[in-house]
């Protein structure tokens, strides 16, 4: 099974010059605590709503602003949408993340797949059990 068969398909994302407030607003209407950051149509990063409370509040930074570009996260890890699941589970496991940022191959951003999505959709209980296994284990 192919990630572009499992992933959420429509995908909300941020600009590294909005505000982290504005950012967190998004996240709030959308309930969700990650969004992709892209600028001219291409990723750029990721931020969540850790990344706002951890590194830019706890800090003393002013929510309303600090930019996205301040506070997210730049080293993205990402699959492309004709992978398959079994590897984007093993790069989650690897890299102890919880949802993977799915691009074309023009680098495009396309999903977002998740370990829920894993689970339900896959149908496929012990990869989805292995996968939260491993990227719950704490790293030492």
Known sequence: MKVCDVMTHEV???NPQNTLQEAAEKMRALDVGPLPVC??????????????TVRS??????PATA???EAM??????????????????MMKDKQIRRLVVLDRNKKLVG????????????????????LEEV???VH
């Open 12 to 14: 909300e994302f941020v």
């Open 57 to 62: 509040t706890a800090a003393g930074t002013d």
């Open 136 to 138: 719950s284990t704490p």
């Open 112 to 131: 977002i797949v998740s370990l829920g999505d894993l689970a339900v959709e896959t149908g496929d209980e012990h990869l989805a059990g292995a996968t």
């Open 39 to 52: 600028d001219a149509g291409k990723i750029v990063g990721m931020i969540t709503d850790r990344d706002i």
């Open 67 to 69: 930019k996205v570009s």
């Open 73 to 90: 996260t730049r080293d993205l890890v990402f699959c492309y949408e004709d992978q398959d699941v079994r590897e984007a589970a093993k």
